[in-house]
């Protein structure tokens, strides 16, 4: 099984930070996934991943294969941002595994 | 497209009571599955369909059941709710390439908070 660890747990931040999230897991993976849940409890996946980096909007996502590590980057946060956002890693082809998700709290 | 759909949206149960949680999506997605979340815990996967007729086991079924007889529902059983499933269920649906799961986006349903007294 995939251990997927994500840090921090919850992450507080004042408007217009730049925020990392970071996810680490233990066995090689063919995609990386990370995704946003809202306060409502919806999920809505955000990036996919399989090496490199992407970039959407203030939102970053970078992975380095060798290390089995992303990071999730906000740039210029906004309460908007506030969610839980949660990776996650397929196992070549296998089923998804999913880290405990980092709380997000965007102060104004 | 409605994407993927769960009803209902909330629900109460007694202990030893039967019900089935709905999921449909509209997308053709051959690959369908079920979650369900905890505080303090990833999601984590009861059951999967590949395709319609297929179902298999995840990382936690005991308690729940499933069918899959057309591509677009996917109907999630408790035949005896108990307490421990007191959780948020979310039903999932992607794409399958080649045989094999496409890591391409999966789509996630609204959800249903499910508490059992």
């Known amino acids: 099984k995939n251990e997927v660890e994500q840090s921090p747990q919850n992450l507080t931040a004042q408007e217009g930070e730049f925020i990392t999230i970071n996810c680490s897991y233990s066995v090689g993976i063919s995609a990386l996934h990370w995704l946003q849940q809202h306060p409502g409890g919806g999920i809505v996946s955000l990036f996919m991943l399989s090496s490199g980096k992407k970039k959407h909007g203030r939102l970053i996502a970078t992975i380095n294969i060798q290390e089995k590590h992303s990071s999730l980057h906000i740039t210029a946060s906004h309460p908007r941002d506030s969610a839980v956002y949660i990776c996650a890693v397929v196992w070549f082809g296998n089923q998804f595994y999913f880290g405990t998700g980092t709380s997000l709290t965007v102060i104004p | 497209n409605a994407g993927v759909t769960q009803t209902p949206k909330f629900q109460v149960l007694k202990t030893g009571q039967s019900m089935t949680l709905q999921c449909a999506q509209d997308m053709n997605h051959e690959y369908m599955s079920w979650y369900r979340q905890d505080p303090g815990m990833g999601l984590r996967l009861i059951h999967y369909?590949?395709?319609?007729?297929?179902?298999d086991q995840g990382e936690v079924p005991n308690g729940y059941n499933v069918s899959r007889s057309t591509t677009e529902d996917f109907p999630l059983r408790l035949l005896s709710a108990a307490p421990s499933q007191t959780s948020v269920y979310f039903c999932?649906?992607?794409?399958?390439?080649?045989?094999?799961?496409?890591?391409?986006?999966?789509?996630f349903g609204p959800g249903t908070r499910l508490t059992v007294l």
């Open positions: 369909s590949v395709g319609a007729g297929i179902t």
């Open positions: 999932a649906s992607r794409i399958l390439a080649g045989g094999q799961l496409s890591t391409d986006t999966q789509y």
